[in-house]
C-alpha cells in the first residue's frame, strides 16, 4: 500500500531532482485575489508569475497545495470526487515547456509510481477555430515519443482540455490530462465503445500540463503570453486510490477508518450519505482552520453549505447529531496520523467547539425553519406552476438561515421546485441594497516625512513582496510602522523564519535595490487597481480614486506615499531581528545602511 506520505515524498523528490524548488503552500483563502473565494489549484497563488506581473522564486518550482472545489459539490458520494484535495503541483515559469513537460509525467508514472504504460492515456487539445486556437499537434507527438500507445492519445475539445482559472481573466492554455485505466469491472473499454469515458473506468490522475501560453482576455479573446510557461497538477487523493488499486477515496487511508466508525454508529448506513458526511466534515476542519467562519456570504456561506449539508445527511443516516463532533475530532486526529494536517491555527477543542456551534444552530434554526417550511408549502397559493414562490425561498434564507440547497431538497421531498435564478436574482438586489457608502482611505501610516523614513518605507514595499516570494504569497502585512531609524513590518506565518529564509529575503530586497528600479506612481480606480494585481486592503472601502506604486515586476501597492524615485537611492538591506508579535504573527525589524 502506497501512503500519502511516500506518494508526496516520492513527487517531490523526484521535481527536486530535476531542478525544481518547493515552495510553501498558500492558505486556501487567497490573499487578495477578488475572483477567488478558495485557492482551488497549485497555480492560483503564484498566477501572477505567468504573466510576468511577479517574479518567481525559482523558473522550477513544486509543493503540494490544499485546493477546495466546491463546483464539484454535487458529485460527492462518486468514486472520486471531493470538495477539497490535496494538489501535487510543478512549474516552469518560461523554462521547459511541451516536450520536458510530458517526459517528466510519463518518467514519474511509470518508474516513480511503477504504473504499467498500457494503463495509462492522455487526453490534447482539439483545436477550436472559431477562437483562434490551434491544436495541440506537438504533444500528441512527444507522447507517442514518450512510448504511449497512439490508440491510447484522445482529442478532446476547449471544455476539456484547454485550461483556464475560471471565466474571467488570467493566463491559461491547452492541457494534456493522463487517465488512468481502473480496469474491466468500471465499465466497457475506451476501444469497445468509442467514448472516452472520465468520470467511472478512466480517472483523471495527473493534469501533466496546462501549457500556458496565450491570456484570456474579459472579451473571451485570447493573446500571446510574453513567454510560455507549464503548470501541473495532481490529486494525492486519486493516486491514492489508483495506486492501490482501491474501489474509491473513501477506502484510502485518509477516509477508510472514518467511514467504517460512522457505518457502524448509525441506524441507517447509506453509502452516498456515508461519504458525505465525511467529505464534508473534513473540508470544513481545512476552512474553519483558515479563520473562515460559518456565515450567509462568500466563504462563509460555503463552509456553513457544507457544514449543514453534513448534519442533514447525518439526519438520514440516523446518526446522533453529536456525531458530527466526533468525526471532526476523528478528522483532525485522521490529519495529523497522515501527515496531511495544515499549519492549525487553533487547538483541536476549539475547532470542536466551531463544529458544536453550528450543530446548535443548525438544530434551533432547522426546528423554527421546519415549521414555516411546511406552513409555506401546505398553502397551494404559494406555488405557482409547481416551483415555491421566489420571496418565500429568500425568507427562509434570510431570516431563518436555510441555505438555498436545503429548501431546494425539502421542496423536492414534497414534489415542488425551486427557482434557483429567481433566488439569485433576489439575493443580488439584497446584497446591493445593503452595500454602504462607507469611503474610509488606505493609509501609508508615514509618522513623519524625514528622507530616511520615505526610504524605509520604499524597503517596506520590497520586503512585503520579498516576503511573499520566500515564505508563501499568502503572507500579508498586518501592521507597519516606520521612523528615520528602522522599520517595523508584521505579518501573518505561523513560526519563526531560519536563517536562510532571512538572508534569502535580504538578497532578493537588496537585488531589486542593485538593479536601481524606479518606483512609478499612478492613479486610478479602485477597481483598475484591484483588476492590475496591486496588494491593498480591498475589503475596505477607498475613494474613487487611489494611487498605485508600481516597482518594476517586483511590487504594486495601494499606498499614499510618498515614496523614493527608484530603488538605488536606498543603500543596503539589513533585517536587524525577526521574532513574534502575537499568536501567528511575526515581527521584523530591518534598516537601510550605506
Ligand atoms: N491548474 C491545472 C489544474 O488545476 C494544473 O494543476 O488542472
Not at 283 to 293: D, F, H, M, Y
Not at 317 to 339: H, L, P, Q, R, S
Amino acid at each position: 500500500m502506497y501512503t500519502s506520505k511516500q506518494i508526496i515524498d516520492t513527487f517531490l523528490n523526484f521535481f527536486k531532482a530535476n531542478g525544481h524548488t518547493q515552495i510553501k503552500n498558500s492558505s486556501i483563502v487567497p490573499e487578495n485575489d477578488p475572483t477567488l473565494l478558495f485557492i482551488n489549484a497549485g497555480m492560483a497563488p503564484i498566477k501572477k508569475c505567468f504573466t510576468g506581473e511577479e517574479q518567481p522564486i525559482s523558473k522550477r518550482m513544486c509543493n503540494v497545495q490544499t485546493c477546495i472545489r466546491t463546483n464539484d459539490i454535487e458529485s460527492v458520494g462518486d468514486r472520486h470526487h471531493l470538495t477539497s484535495f490535496n494538489m501535487l503541483g510543478s512549474w516552469s515559469i518560461g523554462d521547459y515547456f511541451k516536450e520536458d513537460a510530458i517526459k517528466y509525467a510519463f518518467t514519474l508514472l511509470t518508474e516513480g509510481f511503477k504504473i504499467p504504460k498500457e494503463r495509462l492515456y492522455a487526453t490534447v487539445f482539439s483545436g477550436d477555430e472559431t477562437l483562434g486556437l490551434p491544436a495541440d499537434e506537438e504533444s500528441i507527438g512527444y507522447w507517442e515519443k514518450v512510448g504511449i500507445d497512439p490508440t491510447h492519445i484522445i482529442k478532446l475539445p476547449f471544455e476539456d482540455n484547454f485550461w483556464r482559472m475560471g471565466d474571467g481573466e488570467g493566463p491559461c492554455g491547452p492541457c494534456t490530462e493522463v487517465f488512468y485505466d481502473t480496469g474491466d469491472s468500471h465499465g466497457e473499454s475506451y476501444e469497445k465503445s468509442g467514448n472516452f469515458d472520465t468520470k467511472k473506468r478512466y480517472l483523471e490522475i495527473w493534469n501533466a500540463g496546462v501549457f500556458m501560453e496565450y491570456y484570456q482576455n474579459l472579451d473571451k479573446t485570447y493573446s500571446k503570453l510574453k513567454f510560455k510557461s507549464v503548470d501541473t497538477g495532481s490529486g494525492l487523493e486519486r493516486l491514492l486510490l489508483t495506486l492501490n488499486g482501491l474501489e474509491s477515496v473513501y477506502d484510502t487511508e485518509i477516509f477508510v477508518d472514518i467511514m467504517n466508525y460512522l457505518r457502524e454508529n448509525c441506524k441507517n448506513p447509506n453509502e452516498r450519505s456515508l461519504r458525505i458526511i465525511c467529505e464534508h466534515i473534513r473540508t470544513s476542519v481545512i476552512i474553519l482552520n483558515a479563520k473562515v467562519e460559518p456565515s450567509n456570504v462568500k466563504a462563509g456561506y460555503i463552509l456553513r453549505r457544507l457544514m449543514r449539508r453534513a448534519l442533514r445527511h447525518l439526519r438520514t443516516i440516523e446518526a446522533d447529531d453529536t456525531m458530527f463532533e466526533v468525526i471532526a475530532e476523528k478528522t483532525i486526529d485522521n490529519m495529523n496520523a497522515t501527515g496531511l494536517a495544515p499549519d492549525w491555527n487553533f487547538t483541536k477543542s476549539e475547532l470542536i467547539e466551531k463544529f458544536k456551534a453550528e450543530q446548535d444552530k443548525f438544530a434551533k434554526m432547522l426546528s423554527q425553519g421546519l415549521k414555516v417550511f411546511k406552513e409555506y408549502i401546505e398553502n397551494k397559493e404559494n406555488i405557482i406552476d409547481g416551483y415555491l414562490k421566489e420571496e418565500l425561498v429568500f425568507k427562509l434564507y434570510d431570516t431563518f438561515g436555510f441555505p438555498f440547497e436545503i429548501t431546494q431538497e425539502l421542496a423536492e421531498e414534497q414534489g415542488v421546485k425551486v427557482s434557483e435564478q429567481k433566488f439569485e436574482a433576489l439575493l443580488e438586489h439584497h446584497k446591493e441594497e445593503s452595500r454602504g457608502a462607507n469611503t474610509a482611505v488606505f493609509k501609508s501610516g508615514l509618522a513623519d516625512h524625514d528622507p530616511n523614513t520615505i526610504k524605509l518605507h520604499t524597503a517596506t514595499h520590497l520586503l512585503h513582496s520579498a516576503l511573499k516570494r520566500v515564505l508563501g504569497y499568502d503572507v500579508h502585512q498586518m501592521g507597519s510602522n516606520i521612523t528615520p531609524e528602522r522599520l517595523r513590518f508584521d505579518f501573518n506565518f505561523p513560526r519563526k523564519m531560519t536563517d536562510e529564509e532571512i538572508k534569502a529575503v535580504e538578497d532578493d530586497v537588496n537585488s531589486v535595490i542593485a538593479k536601481g528600479v524606479d518606483v512609478i506612481r499612478e492613479e486610478m480606480t479602485p477597481e483598475q487597481a484591484k483588476n492590475s494585481g496591486a496588494i491593498g486592503l480591498f475589503d475596505n472601502k477607498y475613494g474613487d480614486t487611489v494611487s498605485v506604486y508600481t516597482i518594476g515586476n517586483f511590487s504594486k501597492e495601494i499606498c499614499s506615499g510618498p515614496h523614493v524615485h527608484n530603488t538605488s537611492e536606498l543603500g543596503h538591506f539589513k533585517i536587524k531581528k525577526e521574532e513574534s508579535s502575537s499568536a501567528g504573527i511575526r515581527r521584523i525589524k530591518a534598516v537601510l545602511t550605506d
